[in-house]
Nanobody, 123 residues
Framework: QVQLVESGGGSVQAGGSLRVSCAAS????????MGWFRQAPGKEREVVAAIYIGGGSTYYADSVKGRFTISQDNAKNTLYLQMNSLKPEDTAMYYC????????????????WGQGTQVTVSS
């Protein structure tokens, strides 16, 4: 059964930190590539970060480089996104995704989506 369940979103002031998690079913976690997307009101969904599950190579959107870190815990079938130095423009619904192709870039094809977790950054 394919399942991606996000958690850890919330509200934080600018400059603060949050970590969002994505618990994946074993089948989904066998994907070659997983990642995080976000969608702000009135904007298109965009890729934030991606990671090769086997090798650990990562991709980051320019807007989050140096502030966000994507990581994995293979023992727990869990994907994480650590977000530091948050800005109001990071406010969005954050989605976990699996089976990205390619693994990164502007518009990868996505096989599976989670339902999302809201992140709100106030100034």
């Amino acid at each position: 059964q394919v399942q991606l369940v996000e958690s850890g979103g919330g509200s934080v002031q600018a400059g603060g930190s949050l970590r969002v998690s994505c618990a994946a079913s074993e089948y989904t976690y066998n994907s070659v590539c997983m990642g995080w997307f976000r969608q702000a009101p009135g904007k298109e969904r965009e890729v934030v970060a991606a990671i090769y599950i086997g090798g650990g190579s990562t991709y980051y959107a320019d807007s989050v480089k140096g502030r966000f870190t994507i990581s994995q815990d293979n023992a727990k079938n869990t994907l994480y996104l650590q977000m530091n130095s948050l800005k109001p423009e990071d406010t969005a619904m954050y989605y976990c995704a699996a089976d990205l192709n390619p693994c990164g870039g502007i518009q990868p094809i996505v096989g599976y989506w989670g339902q999302g977790t809201q992140v709100t950054v106030s100034s």
